[in-house]
């Protein structure tokens, strides 16, 4: 069964500090991995892609990493601020198209200060 | 350029009700899809469109109609609420971008309570 998990399922830090989401999926063909970040009462918005060939990619102070092998991704997230509280949810596509989409239930972070 | 929008921003319904949830984007998207978002869980798909006038189940359709019949508007229907369709609701538009993915935006979603 084609599956996405995320761990852990909530989290608090304090600002400043570095932390790192994981992501393990079961989705086969695998064609993309998405990482979202949904602040509280918002639709989710795109942090990274990365393709089968790529395993790693940064956005700012958001780095992904993708272990195609291992089936595992993971979301660093270097020097959090306080706008960094939100959902942060991986994705995973077996087609280019996104017919075929696996969403995790996402991880809760929360920063504080 | 407004995106993906949704109204209303919640909504209470009584069993057996009916409504409709709206949906617009301005970003001439063909692609067009509506999630469903229950805690502890992953979005789920109901209904999407791949153009004006196509549409197609998701993963949890029963309950729930659409149509398309502009590029722009992609109404979701509920046709006689349940309780169990409380939940939080997200329309999302996407493009197929040029390295062989796509790119896809959401709408600020609509909480729905059904008592």
């Known amino acids: 069964k084609n599956q996405v998990e995320q761990s852990p399922q909530s989290l608090i830090i304090l600002e400043g500090k570095n932390c790192t989401l994981q992501?393990?999926?079961?989705?086969?063909?695998?064609?993309?991995l998405r990482w979202y970040k949904q602040d509280t009462g918002r639709g989710p918005v795109s942090l990274t892609i990365?393709?089968?060939?790529?395993n790693t990619k940064s956005n700012g102070r958001y780095t992904a990493t993708l272990d195609a092998d291992t089936k595992q991704s993971s979301l660093h997230i270097t020097a959090s601020q306080l706008s960094d509280s939100a959902s942060y949810i991986c994705?995973?596509?077996?087609?280019?198209?996104?017919?075929?989409?696996?969403f995790g239930a996402g991880t809760r972070l929360f920063v504080k200060a | 350029n407004a995106g993906v929008t949704q109204t209303p921003k919640f909504q209470v319904l009584k069993t057996g009700q009916s409504m409709t949830l709206q949906c617009a984007q301005d970003?001439?998207?063909?692609?067009m899809s509506w999630y469903r978002q229950d805690p502890g869980m992953g979005l789920r798909l109901i209904h999407y469109?791949?153009?004006?006038?196509?549409?197609d189940q998701g993963e949890v359709p029963n309950g729930y109609n659409v149509s398309r019949s502009t590029t722009e508007d992609f109404p979701l229907r509920l046709l006689s609420a349940a309780p169990s369709q409380t939940s939080v609701y997200f329309c999302?538009?996407?493009?197929?971008?040029?390295?062989?993915?796509?790119?896809?935006?959401f709408g600020p979603g609509t909480r729905l309570t059904v008592t």
């Open positions: 469109s791949v153009g004006a006038g196509i549409t």
């Open positions: 999302a538009s996407r493009f197929l971008s040029g390295q062989g993915s796509y790119e896809q935006y």
């Open positions: 994705v995973v596509s077996g087609d280019t198209g996104g017919f075929k989409t696996i």
């Open positions: 992501c393990n999926y079961t989705v086969s063909p695998f064609s993309n």
């Open positions: 990365m393709t089968f060939s790529e």
């Open positions: 970003m001439n998207h063909e692609y």
